[in-house]
């Protein structure tokens, strides 16, 4: 099994996913999971846009959307941990966690102030 793990995605998963894809091809195999560790910015419309917790000058659509939208699938099973920047609006209404896109899992690390991977 191949996993990927990626820092703040700041809602760039175009550019996450062709980076995976690039790796893929130069790789021994496909990536068969994502981890992205911060800043997630699941947005998916201007009103998740106006509760993130960041300067106005940062607030963009990016691609999260799309994927939420259905417009694109996530290549590769995601699961995010959200950070401190993202839609509080959009993860507060999945407290214990959940799906927020196909394929694309939110991770609720309040639920119970720990994550245990192994």
């Known amino acids: 099994m191949r996993v990927a793990v990626a820092g703040c995605c ?10 995976l894809a690039l790796a893929e091809r130069r790789g021994p195999g496909p990536i068969d999971l994502l981890l992205c ?16 917790a960041v300067p106005p000058k940062y607030r963009h659509m990016q691609t999260f959307y799309r994927y ?12 995010f941990i959200g950070g401190n920047h993202e839609a509080s609006n959009h993860l507060q209404e ?25």
Request: charged letters at 20%; aromatic letters at 14%.
């Open 94 to 118: 999945l407290p214990y966690g959940g799906w927020v896109a196909p394929n694309i899992y939110y991770l609720a690390e309040a639920a119970y102030g720990y994550i245990l991977i192994s």
């Open 10 to 19: 700041h809602g760039e998963l175009d550019k996450i996913y062709e980076t």
């Open 68 to 79: 939420y939208s259905g417009e694109k699938k996530a290549p590769v099973l995601t699961i």
């Open 37 to 52: 560790c911060g800043d997630f910015q699941a947005v998916r419309n201007e009103a998740d846009l106006r509760c993130m």
